[in-house]
Structures are given as structure tokens and as C-alpha cells.
Nanobody, 115 residues
């Protein structure tokens, strides 16, 4: 029904930047919210950033001022620009979408921030 595929993860030094992209395919009509979550080993999955169909955004306090979420409607994608990365940003980042009350997830992309 709806498939989400993340890309752009990798290994980066502290202070560096990465840009994640989530490509959506399938039935996209009715999507109300898309966003990014992350999950580090042994920790719960947490919201990083979300964007509504009106363009409104929200961010976790830990990433405010450093990360920017945006839509690319022409490519059916949601991007996450991550700047000033810290080691505690290391996690698997998952794309998320809510459509007609159902939640969809991508398989995740690994982000590792190490010296």
C-alpha cells in the first residue's frame, strides 16, 4: 500500500553533516504526516522531526536548530538535513508516514557519528 525507503546514512565525524532522504511509493493519497524517528541500541524509538501536509514541522528538543525536515513533492520524498552531528545522534533512522490512521515505516538507515 505504501512503501518507504530511506537513504543517505553513513559514518560521519562529530560536527559533520548528513542528509537523509525518504522515498515514498504506492498509495500516497491521504498521507497526513511524515517524519523521521531514530532508535539507538537498547533505547526506545524516538521522534526526531515531523512534517504535516500543511508544511508545519516539529522537532525533538535535542535536534532543534541542527536538523531540518523538508518535503520534495516532485520526488515524493521527505528529507532530513542533519548538521552539527553529535555522537549521541548515532542511531538507525526510520522514515514514518501516517495515512488514514495507519502508520508505515521504512527499514531504516544507519547513522554513526564517531571520531
Amino acid at each position: 500500500q505504501l512503501q518507504l525507503v530511506e537513504s543517505g546514512g553513513g559514518l560521519v565525524q562529530p560536527g559533520g553533516s548528513l542528509r537523509l532522504s525518504c522515498a515514498a511509493s504506492g498509495i500516497m493519497f491521504g498521507i497526513s504526516v511524515m517524519g523521521w524517528y531514530r532508535q539507538a541500541p537498547g533505547k526506545q524509538r524516538e521522534l526526531v522531526a515531523g512534517i504535516g501536509n500543511s508544511g508545519s514541522t516539529n522537532y525533538a528538543d535535542s535536534v532543534k536548530g541542527r536538523f531540518i525536515i523538508s518535503k520534495d513533492n516532485a520526488k515524493n520524498a521527505v528529507d532530513l538535513q542533519m548538521n552539527s552531528l553529535r555522537p549521541d545522534d548515532s542511531a538507525v533512522y526510520y522514515c514514518n508516514a501516517v495515512r488514514l490512521g495507519s502508520t508505515f515505516w521504512g527499514q531504516g538507515t544507519q547513522v554513526t557519528v564517531v571520531s
